[in-house]
């Protein structure tokens, strides 16, 4: 049996569209397996440790992430900073994966700073971005198609720091103009995607969790397949629902 250690950032601020659900699944999953999940929830004013094997950071409003931003760079970031670099995975949803970028300049024009683990950096637009997602990931060796729900005011462009995390198929992605979805540098992936992402997107949770495995025990840790059957009947009723309405 094996221990993964995951901070959820944030879990009272950064918490739309269920997102802490990620971490349920995460928990599930493992446990499945025979290992556990030890969570650590860090509000604002606390601080991390930089030798986790997962941080997580969920969605917000506008307006939490104001609170967030002011947070992040005097409490988390340089332990954020040393984590990455140590193979640590960060699996940060929409206003997270905003803030863990270089910032985001809100809908009234607030400029909240980033932390820069991430090459992106993001403008509210003049419309929402809203609706069902599907993208290709190409980070498991073979591509993998991940669903999701999107809803958001942020444009994001990326800088060559960072790949995108996925390209789309149907949906807006970063910006509604190139294409790409989210963010990537070593193992800390940024992403739009709601939903929450993990249920109906097993595989990659496991790759999350192979991640984390290898960063708890310094070795490949097999998971031994599950029975996904309903877990993929949610994904593929997700595209049908996208192909439903005339695309991808
Ligand atoms: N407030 C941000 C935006 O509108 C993030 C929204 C979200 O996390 N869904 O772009």
Known sequence: MNTVRI?????GELNIYADRGNIAVLRRRLEWRG???DVHEVGVGA???DDADMYYLGGGQDRDQIVVAGDLATTKADALHRAVADGSVILAVCGGYQLAGHGYT???GTRMPGIGLLDADTTAGPTRLIGDVVITVEVAGAPLTVVGFENHAGRTTLGPGSVPFGTVRHGHGNNDMDGTEGAMTNRAIGTYLHGPLLPKNPQLADLLLGWALEHATGAQVPLAPLDDALERQAHRAAIARVRERGSA
């Open 47 to 49: 601080r991390i440790p």
């Open 35 to 37: 290992h556990r999940l």
């Open 106 to 108: 809100g809908v009234d």
């Open 7 to 11: 901070c959820h950032l944030y879990p």
